[in-house]
């Protein structure tokens, strides 16, 4: 079984500052990582995946984030925020031998502020 | 638009009834995914159809069942609807059953009991 905790439940930030959130999990199994966003009344929109490799992982919108197996980690980060980042983001794992589903963290609200 | 459609948007009924959600996978996916996201339980895995066939189940009620047709398109089953089950279901397709195949998320369809 694995689980994801997300640290922040929300973080407010102003424009143009720099971001990180906290994304931990837990799994007795490989998984594979993703950071999915959701703008508010759509559905989710993949941000970044790790599947192998680079540990350093760059996705859309200028979203990077780096896998810390050591730590179990998988922080999303972003050095300069737009108040068009103001969304929920949500960590998921899937295990690599066999579950395909996703499971997720609880969320982290980021609040981008002028 | 991530080619993913759910109907409908918006549901309302009263505590139990039963109700029928409907998605329709990208062209060409043959994996259909089913989630609950809700204030209390967050986003979580309901149940995964491959090509016509139940896959893997995650934490799905008794009360609910799903199906996959041969055109692929899929249908979501809530009975005996409860205050509890108001939530909002996403359906997300994948062109395979692998765990580093991304998903892609319908806009969702909100359900209210009341």
């Known amino acids: 079984a694995q689980s994801v905790t997300q640290l922040d439940s929300q973080v407010p930030v102003f424009e143009e500052a720099p971001v990180e959130l906290r994304c931990n999990y837990s799994s007795s199994v490989s998984v594979y990582l993703f950071w999915y966003v959701q703008y508010p009344n759509q559905g989710l929109q993949l941000l970044l995946k790790?599947?192998?490799?680079?540990?350093l992982v760059k996705g859309i919108n200028g979203f990077e984030a780096e896998f810390n197996k050591s730590q179990t980690s998988f922080h999303l980060r972003k050095p300069s925020v737009h108040i068009s980042d103001t969304a929920e983001y949500f960590c998921?794992?899937?295990?690599?031998?066999?579950?395909?589903?996703?499971?997720f963290g609880s969320g982290t609200r980021l609040q981008v502020q002028p | 638009d991530s080619g993913v459609t759910q109907t409908p948007k918006h549901l309302i009924t009263a505590t139990g009834q039963r109700v029928t959600l409907r998605c329709s996978p990208r062209s060409g996916d043959l994996s259909v995914y089913w989630y609950q996201q809700s204030l209390d339980q967050g986003l979580q895995f309901l149940i995964q159809y491959y090509n016509g066939e139940e896959r893997a189940k995650g934490n799905i009620l008794e009360r609910f069942s799903a199906q996959q047709f041969p055109d692929l398109h899929s249908e979501l089953n809530l009975s005996s609807l409860e205050l509890g089950d108001s939530a909002l279901y996403f359906c997300?397709?994948?062109?395979?059953?692998?765990?580093?195949?991304?998903?892609?998320f319908g806009p969702g369809t909100r359900l209210t009991v009341t």
């Open positions: 997300a397709s994948s062109g395979r059953t692998g765990p580093m195949d991304e998903q892609y």
């Open positions: 998921a794992v899937s295990d690599r031998a066999g579950r395909r589903a996703l499971t």
């Open positions: 790790y599947l192998s490799g680079s540990t």
